[in-house]
């Protein structure tokens, strides 16, 4: 099967995009040709939200996903049903549209942790995006870290209006400069031929395939809610966006 076509990937703001079904899979899962919808991947949740057929009825969208190899390999992305949904049929053509608000905080997030990392400049070792919130991991041999010292200056970084944005390099650029991998526990996503980086301008460059906001202040204020020594070596890092 072919890869779907990723609009997000381009306009991470785009919250709708005409589609059509090419296949409903063996556990329900809902294949469209193109989607705005961003598959669960690299410490980011799918998104969720709703497919809407020509007549006006409507598919609550769960979660996303990547394929199976029996759904076509990872480039497929897969659509996920919440329960007793309309079934669709191969060749429906369809609006499919995002739960904005949710996405934007994710994005919102995804972007401040990029920040946290350059706050501290520790290999991280895990990480997870959530909805309002999130948390990276450090590799730090001393404990020490203060939350209110590491908030104020994720909050400067982010009131300092730098610009975001993305490009993208060969796989073999990408092993020719090894620092710009900062985690330890997630691979980039290589194996295609080419990387997609995120820069934040004059702060943070590193590969990573997740949805950003197109400027650091569209954060907003931010807490680090907690930080958790995880292991000899692990400190966990928290935040949250004020609002929640």
């Given at each position: 099967?072919?890869a779907t076509e990723t609009v997000f990937r381009d306009d991470p703001y785009a919250r709708t995009c005409e589609a059509t079904v090419l ?222």
């Open positions: 099967m072919a296949v409903v899979n063996d556990l329900g899962g809902i294949v469209l040709d193109r989607t705005v919808f961003y598959p669960t991947g690299g410490g980011q949740p799918g998104d969720s939200g709703i497919l809407r057929t020509l007549d006006g009825q409507t598919v609550n969208i769960a979660t996303t996903v990547k394929g199976r190899e029996e759904d076509g390999g990872p480039d497929v992305i897969i659509h996920v049903p919440a329960e007793r949904q309309l079934a669709l049929a191969a060749g429906t053509t369809l609006t499919a549209e995002i739960d904005w608000e949710r996405r934007h905080r994710l994005m919102r997030v995804h972007t401040c942790l990029h920040l946290l990392s350059a706050v501290l400049g520790y290999p991280v070792t895990g990480g997870q995006v959530n909805d309002g919130k999130g948390r990276l991991d450090f590799s730090i041999p001393e404990g020490g870290l203060d939350k209110e010292a590491i908030a104020a200056q994720l909050n400067d970084l982010i009131s300092g209006d730098h610009p975001v944005s993305h490009d993208w390099i060969t796989d073999d650029e990408l092993v020719a400069q090894p620092d710009l991998v900062k985690t330890m526990s997630v691979k980039p996503p290589s194996g295609a031929g080419r990387v997609r980086l995120i820069r934040i301008e004059g702060l943070d460059l590193q590969p990573c395939g997740g949805t950003h906001v197109a400027n650091t202040s569209e954060i907003g204020p931010v807490t680090v809610t907690k930080i958790e020594s995880k292991g000899r070596q692990n400190r966990r890092v928290a935040i949250a966006l004020n609002e929640q």
